[in-house]
């Protein structure tokens, strides 16, 4: 929650927290008044999800310059083999997910 963290980033001395392998549709997602950052770099999650990567550089005032790309050419061909049901409940896996 909200409380927890910002004691744990008092606490530490931090201004915000990044995490990482938590799929997110955009590549990345700020939360919290933008004080956890969380990265999610594989595209197109399992050939099927149709979420961009994205990275975060940290410049030398420790601020975040977050970068998106989207999924190779290689990997939409290879979607094309995953049946549409598959595809369908990963869809609605992550919309629930970004509902939270």
């Known amino acids: ?6 004691e ?9 927290l990044i995490r990482t392998h938590q799929l997110q549709k955009e590549g990345y997602r700020y ?4 004080k956890v950052l969380t990265i999610f770099s ?7 999800c149709e979420n961009k990567g994205g990275i ?3 410049g030398k005032d420790l601020k975040a310059e977050i970068i998106t790309y989207e999924a190779s050419a290689g990997n939409l061909k290879i979607a094309e083999t995953v049946p549409e049901e598959e595809k369908n409940a990963a869809k609605e896996a992550l919309k629930k997910y970004n509902q939270q």
Do not use: M, R
């Open 8 to 16: 744990f980033l008092e606490k530490n001395g931090f201004d915000y």
């Open 1 to 6: 929650g909200e409380k927890p963290l910002k």
């Open 31 to 34: 939360v919290f008044d933008n």
């Open 42 to 48: 594989a595209p197109n999650y399992c050939y099927q």
């Open 56 to 58: 975060a550089k940290i």
